[in-house]
């Protein structure tokens, strides 16, 4: 497949089995980059608070492990 | 040998003959398909069978046949093979759908219209699994599995070695091109949701997975999709190759809701911030 700088959408017929690749829609291009922007600043999220877990375990001196059986 | 109008002294070869003897018989070879077909008028009194792993169709056009004629059509692929209306009307009293080892004979009424008898087959049991369609995943940004026909109950969509461009992207479904807010909600298998809103326009069923490697395996299955007055829902397995270590698993069960009653006819998948690679493979099963 040539690469476009357009998003690019995969349909399968599932009776005919016929199958297309075409440039996604803007409305489609629209509800994509909002989940885009959604999900890395998530991951954003995700990674700044396993950094500051880190950190916290470290200045404490102690394994995630240890830390568990601390709170159970 | 196909329908033909034979004249007054007219002499038969040998092999009109024999291939005379074996449709009477039923004893001819059929005629192998591998590709979608439309029947032409020399089909009629023959048999065809249809081999293919992804899904085809035999359509059906008017004007070719006779009152009486029939075609007796075989599918030996895993992909199913379905009877088609074309400009003809075509009526059954089961399927037009035949999966893998079923059989059926088209039985013309008259030119424009034909009845489907289709014999039992391997479907018919309960809890069987039919392959509806294989496809190999392209760098795209969505796929959709359009016009997934409703004579299951329950689908499963397996996908193997699925892989996103962007590192802990997490894989993302929506039914029926629906792009709707707050028709969706995502739960975590284990937890119990008490008074939940819909707050999204999709669901998401795997854990983040790392961007190069691929042996991610994803199972997916929509119960009951073809009701059309409850909500509807998917539930997903899914083990993924973790984003830091990648020799490490992430394990996720999800469950996805979808607010809306009618049948699901269409399920699309992205992952949540980039393309797919061009790598691994969906499969779509319908279990009956």
């Known amino acids: ?72 | 040998m196909a329908k033909q109008t034979f004249t007054t002294g007219q002499v038969l070869t040998a092999a009109q003959m024999t291939s005379l003897q074996q449709t009477a018989m039923l004893g001819g070879a059929a005629s192998a398909k591998t590709a979608s077909y439309t029947l032409v008028a020399a089909d009629a009194g023959t048999a065809i069978s249809m081999s293919n792993a992804s899904a085809t169709t035999i359509t059906v056009n008017t004007a070719l046949f006779a009152a009486g004629d029939t075609v007796q059509i075989t599918n030996l692929g895993a992909g199913v093979c379905t009877i088609t209306a074309g400009t003809a009307t075509v009526n059954t009293a089961s399927s037009l759908a035949l999966a893998q080892y079923e059989s059926g004979t088209l039985d013309f009424t008259s030119t424009s219209a034909a009845i489907f008898i289709k014999g039992a087959g391997a479907v018919a049991a309960s809890g069987g699994m039919t392959l509806i369609s294989t496809t190999a995943i392209t760098n795209t940004s969505l796929i959709t599995l359009s016009s997934i026909p409703a004579t299951y109950k329950t689908l499963q969509v397996v996908i193997r070695g699925a892989m996103a461009e962007g590192d802990n992207d997490k894989l993302r479904l929506q039914f029926n091109t629906d792009v709707t807010g707050s028709r969706y909600r995502t739960a975590d298998a284990v937890v119990t949701l008490d008074n939940a809103t819909y707050n999204d326009n999709n669901v998401e069923l795997s854990p983040g997975q790392d961007n190069n490697s691929s042996t991610n395996l994803i199972v997916i299955t929509v119960p009951d999709y073809t009701n059309t007055t409850t909500i509807k829902m998917a539930i997903s397995d899914a083990v993924t190759n973790n984003a830091t270590t990648n020799t490490n698993i992430n394990y996720k069960r999800n469950v996805g809701f979808y607010k809306q009653t009618p049948a699901i006819s269409s399920i699309s998948l992205f992952m949540s911030s980039s393309n797919f690679y061009a790598t691994g493979s969906i499969l779509l099963y319908g279990v009956s």
């Open chain 1, 1 to 72: 497949m040539v690469k476009t700088n357009t998003p690019q959408v995969q349909i399968i017929n599932c009776t005919t089995g016929e199958e297309i690749i075409r440039d996604a829609t803007a409305e489609e291009i629209a509800w994509m980059q909002e989940n885009a922007v959604k999900a890395t600043a998530e991951k954003a999220e995700a990674k700044a608070k396993e950094t500051a877990k880190a950190q916290l375990l470290s200045k404490l001196g102690i394994t995630a492990e240890e830390a568990v059986l601390l709170l159970s």
